[in-house]
C-alpha cells in the first residue's frame, strides 16, 4: 500500500509542477500567412513579426535610421523596418523581377513595409534624402 500512496504522490507533484510551466511556443497562435501567400501582407498582423530576426547588415546609407532587414522562419517571409526616424526617411524591400513594398520612417513609432515570400530574390534599399539616390543590401 506504501508503494501506491507514494506512486499516487508523485503524480500529482509532476501534474501541478506541469500546470506551472509556460505554455510551450506549440501553443503559439499560428501565423496567418506562410511564403508567397504573405506578399503584399502586414507583419504585424499575420504575427510574423513574432520571432523575426534581423539580417546584418542594416542599411545605413547616408544617415539617418537604420533600415533593417526583417525575416520570419515560422512565416517564411521579409520586410524591412525602421525604428524611428525623420519621416522625410523612406526604404522598401525589393523583389528581383518585380515590385516593392515602401516605408516612411516615423518620429512616434517604428514603421515597417509589407511582406515579400522569402521564395523570391529580395533585397532592402533606402533613399538618400539630399541627393535622391538610393544604397541597397545584398539580394537573398
Known amino acids: 500500500m506504501s508503494s501506491l500512496r507514494t506512486l499516487a504522490v508523485a503524480a500529482v507533484a509532476v501534474l501541478s509542477l506541469a500546470g506551472s510551466m ?3 511556443s506549440a501553443a503559439a497562435p499560428a501565423a496567418g500567412c506562410r511564403g508567397s501567400a ?3 501582407k502586414n ?4 504575427r510574423c513579426d ?3 530576426s534581423d539580417l546584418r547588415p542594416a542599411i545605413r546609407g547616408e544617415g539617418g535610421p537604420d533600415l533593417r532587414l526583417r525575416v520570419s522562419s515560422r512565416c517564411s517571409a521579409a520586410w524591412v523596418l525602421f525604428n524611428k526616424g525623420d519621416d522625410a526617411w523612406e526604404g ?5 523581377g518585380g515590385g ?6 516615423s518620429p512616434s513609432r517604428p514603421a515597417y513595409s509589407l511582406m515579400v515570400g522569402t ?8 533613399k538618400n534624402v539630399t541627393d535622391n539616390g538610393h544604397v541597397c543590401g545584398a539580394w537573398h
Open 100 to 105: 516593392s513594398y515602401p516605408v516612411h520612417a
Open 119 to 126: 521564395s523570391h530574390r529580395y533585397r532592402a534599399c533606402k
Open 43 to 46: 507583419p504585424h498582423t499575420t
Open 38 to 40: 504573405c506578399d503584399g
Open 50 to 52: 513574432q520571432g523575426a
Open 22 to 24: 509556460p505554455a510551450s
Open 92 to 96: 522598401w524591400i525589393q523583389i528581383s
